[in-house]
């Protein structure tokens, strides 16, 4: 022996073990890897619970249950924007709490069939109607899913999605991919870019055969069909007169059940 002290060593970053490394897993070259972290943190949770299919619910963050801005649990991304306190956004929400409800009890994620569970509610887990729709499950007694994202402004969790299932994503892409892969179903409530974004992701994927055929509810037929003219994009030849029928419209929670029903939305 030299006598020589090694501590520079032993100290160096580049002795760090790489998975206890968290300077280099934030580096550019690890991006691949903090996408694949992303999909198995989500997909080892939720096997772990069985989950095996979800109904996914999309809409607004904005949307409050009542006249009280403070009623939700989960605060709007940046304490900022408009709060939509309305009795028409109020319905809204409690619609998408009903509508929460009802699944959980009538879809299958109150228990478990031969180690799986099924139709669980799954949100964007922030506030709005995706509390609304986690709430309406957790009083239902179900499981119920968040898929949070981190935002410029921060987005918390609201409270009623399920600990163990309330997850954070860097990626928008990987929160989708988990919002879409399980999906036995989607329910979208009146919203804005984001909820079109989620719509359309699905939309497209079924209409080119990405996917499997996915029940499609959209929830307030005026607010719908106000903000987009279908026809216009079959009279233009952008879409076939079939693909209109990818959708279904729904003016309270029954009817959204009973038109995923109509649809085919598969029950234990």
Known sequence: MDGHDNTLQKNSIAYRPAAADTEFLFRDS?????????YAKAEDYLRAWGIRSTIVVFGSARVRPGPDPDAGTAPIPGGHGRTLTSDRAARWYQEARRFGHIASERGGALHMHDGVRDNVIATGGGPGIMEAANRGAWEAGAPTIGFNITLPHEQEPNAYSTPDLTFSFHYFAMRKMHLAMRANALVVF????????ELFEILTLTQTGKARRTPIVLFDKDYWTRLINFQVMV?????EASDLELFHF?????????ALIAQGLPVP
Request: charged share 30%; net charge negative.
């Open 190 to 197: 009146p919203g804005g870019f984001g909820t079109f974004d």
């Open 30 to 38: 690890m991006r691949g890897i903090r996408f694949f972290l992303e």
């Open 250 to 258: 729904a003016d309270d929670a029954d009817a959204a059940w009973e």
């Open 235 to 239: 009279e233009e030849g952008m879409i």
